[in-house]
């Protein structure tokens, strides 16, 4: 059933351009596991071996506290519709805010989306296929609105002073650096 690869095919290439959802998944060294639903269109196929995910403004910022103390990222894809299939992708992650010197390189890969907050960008070690056989079908209805717009109303501002209250600390502890860079 579940398949092995070293890098992404075209095929599995394909595949993830098509999704609408994908899940993300960190952990660190103790504490917490983190899986985080996204959409958005806030993914890119990079080449064979690398994807980048816009990651915009949330109650939480969890990924990122994660990916400062250990790296470890898995994203995963299950189709929805069509032929059932489960796509993860596992690897190291690095981190961009719009302070690094890289950051405007990535940010070209995306659409802009309002409350922008980091870019991981995930280089890939294995990609696993299974069945699906049990993931249900659903129908894509659109994308909602809501992020979009909050983040619009708050402004520059008012995000950076979410980040200051919200985002600046993981549930463990753990520091983030939304706000500054990790010492």
Not at 53 to 80: P, Q
Not at 125 to 133: A, I, N, Y
Request: a neutral charge.
């Amino acid at each position: 059933m579940g398949k092995q690869y070293s890098a992404l095919s075209d095929e599995l290439a394909n595949f993830i351009k098509q999704q609408k959802i994908f899940f993300v998944a960190t952990a660190p060294h103790a504490g917490r596991v983190n899986v985080s639903p996204k959409g958005m269109d806030s993914l890119r196929v990079v080449d064979r071996t690398t994807v980048a995910w816009l990651n915009v403004t949330g109650s939480g910022n969890e990924t990122a506290a994660h990916v400062l103390e250990n790296r470890r990222m898995t994203i995963m894809f299950c189709a929805f519709e069509s032929k059932p299939v489960i796509l993860r992708l596992y690897g190291q992650a690095q981190t961009y805010h719009a302070r690094d010197p890289e950051w405007d390189h990535w940010l070209a890969q995306f659409e802009p989306i309002p409350g922008a907050r980091q870019i991981f960008v995930l280089s890939i070690e294995l990609v696993q296929t299974s069945c699906g056989f049990g993931v249900p079908l659903f129908s894509y209805d659109g994308e909602r609105e809501l992020l979009r717009h909050w983040a619009e109303k708050k402004g520059s501002d008012g995000l950076l002073q979410y980040w200051r209250e919200k985002n600046q600390v993981s549930l463990d502890g753990l520091k983030t650096a939304v706000i500054e860079p990790s010492k």
